[in-house]
């Protein structure tokens, strides 16, 4: 079987839970999109009157308004092609904010690297080895978390209590995940389910990043 027999095969298994107009697959979980449009607004105001050098901070509102592109087209419009839309801007911003993240913590760029190419060949692994879905919740996404919180402890032991700004977006990520497990119980009564709870608390765990690597960089640049 071929990786892309293996997507489909995931992709079958997705059930999604609003169907009501027609050729519009999910229009209020779509709907809900905005928030990623409002989160990349705030985010671009935030770096806009922050004194800061690294242009790739920039960068990340791009992302976070792209994860509401892709996202929205995927709940417009149900199919395989446009859940690869939704996907890869959500591990492009991933791996972007990990491996800027790695670059401001360490002057060694393999270590950034190296790191941010172990958690997308863990998610590759992922998709071949194990279920695509436990409690309602992606594995892909259980699998971002707990790596996080392995290299949030890591991060801590190695540079001390300023990784502990990063705990907020662990928190709202943690949020987002359990709601995600209230969408399977959700579903069947309210027909809508609660994905849109899921886009509202990603989109503000994709701001708080930017907060964090934001305060991280002035850090750094303080005599």
């Known amino acids: 079987m071929n990786i892309w027999q293996l997507y489909l095969?995931?992709?079958?298994?997705?059930?999604?839970?609003?169907k009501t107009l027609g050729y519009i697959s999910e229009p209020?979980?779509?709907?809900?999109?905005?928030?990623?449009?409002?989160s990349a607004y705030f985010a671009f105001l935030l770096l806009k009157n922050s004194i800061i050098t690294d242009p790739r901070l920039k960068i990340l509102p791009f992302l976070i308004g792209l994860i509401g592109v892709g996202s929205g087209l995927y709940?417009?419009?149900?199919n395989p092609y446009t859940l690869i839309i939704d996907l890869l801007p959500i591990y492009f911003f991933i791996i972007f904010?990990?491996?800027?993240?790695?670059?401001?913590?360490?002057?060694?760029?393999?270590?950034?690297?190296?790191?941010s190419?172990?958690?997308?060949?863990?998610q590759l692994l992922s998709l071949i080895n194990l279920p695509q879905d436990l409690i309602g919740i992606p594995t892909h996404h259980i699998i971002n978390f707990s790596f996080f919180v392995l290299l949030f402890y890591w991060l801590y032991r190695r540079?001390?209590?300023?990784?502990l700004q990063i705990l907020p977006v662990l928190f709202v990520y943690a949020l987002a995940l359990l709601s995600r497990t209230a969408d399977s119980f959700l579903c069947p009564?309210?027909?809508v389910g609660a994905h849109s709870l899921?886009?509202?608390?990603?989109?503000?765990?994709?701001?708080?990043?930017?907060?964090?690597?934001?305060?991280?960089?002035?850090?750094?640049?303080?005599?």
């Open 75 to 78: 709940h417009t419009f149900n």
């Open 159 to 163: 540079v001390g209590k300023i990784i």
């Open 117 to 122: 190419s172990t958690l997308v060949l863990i």
């Open 189 to 191: 009564v309210t027909k």
């Open 9 to 18: 095969n995931t992709y079958s298994q997705i059930h999604n839970c609003e």
């Open 28 to 38: 209020i979980t779509a709907l809900s999109n905005v928030a990623f449009f409002i």
């Open 97 to 115: 904010s990990l491996f800027t993240l790695l670059r401001k913590i360490f002057e060694n760029i393999l270590i950034a690297y190296s790191l």
């Open 198 to 223: 899921w886009h509202i608390l990603v989109a503000i765990a994709a701001y708080l990043t930017v907060v964090f690597l934001m305060k991280l960089e002035v850090s750094k640049t303080k005599p």
